[in-house]
């Protein structure tokens, strides 16, 4: 009989997690142990932290030790002006104040805003926050590997993919392009809005994987962007709306004049759908991609939940729950991210198909 055998690669990885894990577990238990405020663990302010927007970005902490990039304030101010400076300034000020403006927190869900300290003036916050670094960084790379891949082609026309980037990225514009796209759009209007089908996956698709990486942020996890994403396939599909889509709106074929004219019940019913279903489009991304993430999460605060209390409980827990577990929920998340990618690319499809309809396509 032949015994299954696990590859090395994997057992290094395994130890090397399990080495990270309770190694950051026994720091941190000490470091609450031995505090002088015996300060506690909270799981709820460790979920938040780490999944709730902010105006620094911590790459590391433990114990004392704490790596954070400030992010820069800009904000203006109704009696001040225009005001730009670092948000340590803010964190390092024992009431959290500078230059009139003050950082507060909501009650409960810990979530980090600007508010003014003057009573009757006003407040516009337009500072980089970190969905809004994040939101830059994917940009980046995304336009970097745009470039690159289409600098290849470009000097190696009607020829084979030969990098590594081109064999990724070809079949999945050739999907999109032959089987979202195609399936859903007219075929005279596909290549119309095939670059931003694909710039919406591939942009997705890379929020979700760096949301997943120990230096990065989850950005889709956050409503607003989600919202914002939706709000594009809505623009999009409705500025380039034909003449029947309207018609069938406000003229709904089978349904009784009464109900169109003079009860305008289904025109109403039908624009409301229209916005429904834009909406369900960001909250799906959004619920799936920060609930994801919230379970990890969970998983891994319940190491630093009971090392806080016994070190060895965090040694105990981190081998027998948050490894195993952790492992696998990560290894969902990837699948999920490009799940979700392809669901939010197809539904864009449908709804720009569905507004582009023409009268010998119905």
Not at 210 to 216: A, D, E, T, V
Request: net charge neutral; charged share 10%.
């Amino acid at each position: 009989m032949r015994s299954k055998r696990l590859p090395s690669i994997w057992k290094t990885a395994l130890i090397a997690i399990s080495i990270l894990a309770g190694a950051g577990t026994g720091a941190y238990a000490a470091g609450a142990t031995h505090s002088d405020n015996h300060s506690e663990f909270s799981l709820s302010q460790f979920l938040f932290h780490h999944v709730l927007d902010d105006y620094a970005w911590e790459f590391l902490h433990v114990g004392s030790f704490s790596l954070k990039l400030y992010l820069p304030i800009i904000v203006y101010h109704s009696e001040r002006g225009l005001l730009i400076f670092s948000s340590r300034r803010l964190y390092e000020s024992p009431d959290h104040t500078y230059q009139g403006v003050q950082l507060a927190w909501t009650p409960g869900l810990h979530k980090p805003y600007l508010k003014p300290v003057e009573p009757h003036a006003s407040l516009y916050d337009f500072s980089l926050t970190k969905v809004a670094c994040q939101i830059l960084v994917v940009m980046l790379l995304l336009i970097g590997i745009g470039y690159s891949v289409a600098r290849t082609y470009a000097k190696n026309p009607f020829q084979p993919p030969k990098t590594l980037m081109q064999r990724l990225i070809e079949p999945v514009v050739i999907f999109i392009r032959d089987d979202v796209a195609g399936g859903t759009i007219p075929p005279d209007r596909v290549h119309k809005f095939l670059p931003y089908l694909l710039t919406m996956f591939f942009f997705i698709l890379l929020a979700n994987l760096m949301g997943l990486l120990p230096l990065g942020f989850n950005i889709t996890g956050n409503f607003s962007v989600t919202l914002v994403l939706a709000a594009f396939t809505f623009f999009i599909g409705h500025i380039h709306a034909t003449r029947t889509y309207w018609l069938h709106i406000i003229n709904t074929p089978g349904v009784p004049a009464l109900l169109k004219f003079v009860i305008p019940i289904m025109p109403i019913v039908e624009i409301l759908s229209i916005f429904a279903r834009h909406l369900a489009l960001a909250i799906r991304l959004f619920a799936n991609i920060f609930g994801g993430h919230l379970n990890l999460l969970t998983i891994i605060g319940l190491t630093f939940l009971f090392g806080a209390i016994e070190a060895w409980a965090g040694w105990l827990t981190s081998g027998t729950i948050t490894i195993p577990v952790g492992i696998f929920l990560f290894l969902l998340e990837i699948l999920v991210a490009f799940i979700q990618a392809y669901v939010f690319t197809m539904l864009s499809a449908v709804f720009i198909g569905l507004a582009s309809e023409s009268e010998e396509h119905h």
